[in-house]
Nanobody, 123 residues
Framework: QVQLLESGGGLVQTGGSLRLSCAAS????????MGWFRQAPGKEREWVAS????????YYRNSVKGRFTISRDNAKNSMYLQMNSLKPEDTAVYYC????????????????WGQGTQVTVSS
């Protein structure tokens, strides 16, 4: 059973940075892609970024390109999201998730989810 545990959320001012971590366990992740999603109050959950575990190929939604960087550490079975130049509209609960699907931008394709970590960007 794959388990995912996020950490690293918090409160930051506009323009600041945060680094989210996702520790994965209970599986062999070479065939997986991992992703970050976020959900703001009153809004639907949206895809943020994904990384293919074996190749390291990365994918981003347009609004975070150039500001966010997704990465993984194979030895630690961990994934990260470095978030720079944060904006108030980045405020949300951020979730990490795992999928064996190639369609990484769709939350319905992810079978395993973490509990989420709150990111709040003050203006």
């Amino acid at each position: 059973q794959v388990q995912l545990l996020e950490s690293g959320g918090g409160l930051v001012q506009t323009g600041g940075s945060l680094r989210l971590s996702c520790a994965a366990s209970g599986g062999t992740f070479s065939s997986y892609s991992m992703g970050w999603f976020r959900q703001a109050p009153g809004k639907e959950r949206e895809w943020v970024a994904s990384i293919r575990w074996s190749s390291g190929n990365t994918y981003y939604r347009n609004s975070v390109k150039g500001r966010f960087t997704i990465s993984r550490d194979n030895a630690k079975n961990s994934m990260y999201l470095q978030m720079n130049s944060l904006k108030p509209e980045d405020t949300a609960v951020y979730y990490c998730a795992a999928t064996q699907s190639t369609l990484v931008a769709f939350s319905s394709n992810y079978d395993n989810w973490g509990q989420g970590t709150q990111v709040t960007v003050s203006s």
